[in-house]
């Protein structure tokens, strides 16, 4: 998938643990403006994720305490904000999992216009409607929805592999030589060995 479909670092975890899986509802606003994102809970569906662009903005929350307990009632699982979030506490105690770029606790602007729905990027990450969305403490993914057979089925065999991998560690015998291949193709030469 070419790493287009992992969101940036700059994506941290809000909420104390826990997984997030879900279908993107996706929202693009102005910098620090919320408008659209509160239509945007008005229209979430059970199992929901909001996936919203606001440029990375942090001098002016998107959402706070109030937005994600009303957001969660009405079944939206998660959020993934390039931007900030406020009642940073709150989001800890919910648990409800929640990525976003920064806290401040400045509020939000209310001007729009903006997009629902639309394909969005956050951080090189490109997001369309309906995509699966997946977030740990790592950060966070999205699997086209095409895509969804194909990667789960490549997923589980890599899991398979590093477990073996790690089996093999904690045995000591593992002794990786793939990066002497890929060091030659690299142009670089290599001290002999005895």
């Known amino acids: ?3 287009m479909y992992a969101g940036g670092a700059e994506l941290r975890p809000m909420h104390r643990d826990g997984k997030l899986v879900g279908r993107a509802l996706t929202v693009k606003a102005p910098p620090g403006d919320n408008l659209m994102l509160h239509k945007a809970m008005d229209m979430a569906v059970d199992g929901d994720v909001i996936v919203m662009d606001a440029a990375g903005d942090v ?3 998107l959402m706070g305490e109030m937005m ?3 957001a969660h009632r009405r079944g939206v699982v998660g ?3 390039n931007g900030a979030i406020r009642d940073a506490d709150a989001f800890l105690e919910m648990n ?3 990525f976003a770029v920064g806290v401040t606790h400045r509020g939000p602007y209310k001007n729009g216009p903006g997009e629902i ?3 969005i990027a956050i951080g090189g990450m490109v997001i369309t409607p309906g995509d699966l969305i997946v977030g740990d403490a ?3 993914v ?3 929805i095409d895509d969804v057979a194909e990667v789960y089925e490549r997923t589980v065999a890599k899991h398979a592999a590093e477990l073996k991998q790690i089996e093999n560690i904690k045995a000591g015998t593992h002794k990786p030589t793939w990066f002497n291949d890929a060091l030659v193709k690299a142009g670089c030469e290599l001290p002999s060995t005895n």
């Open 68 to 70: 994600l307990d009303y």
């Open 117 to 119: 729905n639309t394909p």
């Open 138 to 140: 790592d950060g966070v």
């Open 142 to 144: 999205v699997v086209p």
């Open 1 to 3: 998938m070419h790493r």
């Open 79 to 81: 959020f993934v904000l």
């Open 59 to 61: 001098t002016h929350a």
């Open 96 to 98: 409800i999992p929640a």
